[in-house]
């Protein structure tokens, strides 16, 4: 079992950034690729970008490409969002997860854990 947790999530004006983590806890000794999902009321939870064990892969969504950064450090079981030129359409909760096949998928189903979710909020 792994267990995620969010941080780093708030309130940001337009352009701006913010950076999240996902630290994991458990059995964290397993090669795990994680990805980062958003969701907004009504809707299904969206693909952001993910990133392999390794850190040598990432990939990303076309709407967050070249503003958004997966990165991790395993040494601190930790994998990192970082947000850049923040809109008002990036408001979301945003979810971390991690499957156990070290590759990175866009779907939801394919993640075995997740963590609780962070609110991001980007005022216009």
């Known amino acids: 079992q792994v267990q995620l947790v969010e941080s780093g999530g708030g309130l940001v004006q337009a352009g701006g950034s913010l950076r999240l983590s996902c630290v994991a806890s458990?059995?964290?000794?397993?090669?795990?690729?994680t990805g980062w999902f958003r969701q907004t009321p009504g809707k299904e939870r969206e693909f952001v970008g993910g990133?392999?064990?390794?850190?040598?892969?990432?990939y990303y969504a076309d709407s967050v490409k070249g503003r958004f950064t997966i990165s991790r450090d395993n040494a601190k079981n930790t994998v990192y969002l970082q947000m850049d030129s923040l809109k008002p359409e990036d408001t979301a909760v945003y979810y971390c997860?991690?499957?156990?096949?070290?590759?990175?998928?866009?779907?939801?189903?394919?993640?075995?854990?997740w963590g609780q979710g962070t609110q991001v909020t980007v005022s216009s």
């Open positions: 990133i392999t064990w390794s850190g040598a892969r990432t």
């Open positions: 458990g059995r964290t000794s397993s090669s795990y690729a």
């Open positions: 997860a991690a499957n156990g096949r070290n590759n990175v998928y866009s779907v939801t189903r394919n993640y075995d854990y």
